[in-house]
C-alpha cells in the first residue's frame, strides 16, 4: 500500500511565525503535491514538484515556498503566517498521467 | 466556468437505493480521470479510475462520455457506509503531471 505521511494533524501558530510542513511518501514516486482545502472552494493546488529539486507553481503559490532536497520529501513553508493560511494542507504523490494518494492532512490554525 | 463542475448535493437517498452522479470537464484533451470518495475531515481516496469503455467495481460503476466531456459513477445497493463527499477529477491541459479536482457531491445515506 502507497504510504503518505504529514508530520502533524493540527498545529496553531501565531502570525508572522515562520511554518514547516513536511511530507513523506514511501512509493518512489516522481511528483509530489500540495494543496490546500477550504469550504466551498475544493483542492487547490499550491506547488507540486516532479523531481528533487524541482518545483513548479501551483494555482495559488503566493505566500509559500517549497523544498525537495530527497525523492521522498517534500516540505511546504510559510514564510510569514498570516491567518487567511488558516486551511487544511494536504500532500499527495504520484506518478505523471496517474492517480494521486494522499497524506491525513495538517489542519492549520494560524492566530 | 470551472474546469470540473459537479453538483454539490447532497443527495439524501435510503439504504439501497441507486444514485448517480455526474460530472462536466471543460478541456477535450484531458485523458486521465478518476473519483475519488472523502469522508469528513479527511483526506481524499481514490474510489477507482474510469475508463473510455467504462468500468466497475462491485456496487460502483464509472463511465466516460469524451464527446460530451462528462463522468458519471453510479452506486447500486446503497450503504451507510457510503455517506461520503466523491470528487470528479481530470488531469490539466497544460501538463500531464497535474489533476483538477472538481468540488465534490456528498452524498448521505439513511437507514
Known amino acids: 500500500d502507497v504510504k503518505v505521511t504529514q508530520s502533524s494533524r493540527y498545529l496553531v501558530k501565531r502570525t508572522g511565525e515562520k511554518v514547516f510542513l513536511e511530507c513523506v511518501q514511501d512509493?518512489?514516486?516522481?511528483?509530489m503535491f500540495w494543496y490546500r482545502q477550504d469550504p466551498g472552494l475544493g483542492l487547490r493546488l499550491i506547488y507540486f514538484s516532479y523531481d528533487v529539486k524541482m518545483k513548479e507553481k501551483g494555482d495559488i503559490p503566493e505566500g509559500y515556498s517549497v523544498s525537495r532536497e530527497k525523492k521522498e520529501r517534500f516540505s511546504l513553508i510559510l514564510e510569514s503566517a498570516s491567518t487567511n493560511q488558516t486551511s487544511m494542507y494536504l500532500c499527495?504523490?504520484?506518478?505523471?498521467?496517474?492517480?494521486?494518494?494522499f497524506g491525513p492532512g495538517t489542519r492549520l490554525t494560524v492566530t | 466556468r470551472k474546469e470540473v463542475e459537479q453538483d454539490p448535493g447532497p443527495f439524501n437517498v435510503p439504504e439501497g437505493a441507486t444514485v448517480a452522479f455526474n460530472c462536466t470537464y471543460s478541456?477535450?484533451?484531458?485523458?486521465?480521470f478518476f473519483w475519488y470518495r472523502q469522508d469528513c475531515r479527511k483526506e481524499p481516496k481514490l474510489l477507482m479510475s474510469?475508463?473510455?469503455s467504462g468500468n466497475e467495481d462491485g456496487r460502483f460503476t464509472a463511465q466516460l462520455n469524451r464527446a460530451s466531456q462528462y463522468i458519471s459513477l453510479l452506486i447500486r445497493d446503497s450503504k451507510l457506509s457510503d455517506s461520503a463527499t466523491y470528487l470528479c477529477v481530470v488531469n490539466r491541459k497544460d501538463s500531464s503531471y497535474k489533476l483538477i479536482f472538481g468540488s465534490g457531491t456528498r452524498l448521505l445515506v439513511r437507514p
Open positions: 512509493m518512489d514516486h516522481e511528483n
Open positions: 478541456n477535450s484533451a484531458s485523458q486521465s
Open positions: 474510469v475508463y473510455s
Open positions: 499527495a504523490s504520484g506518478r505523471p498521467d496517474f492517480e494521486q494518494y
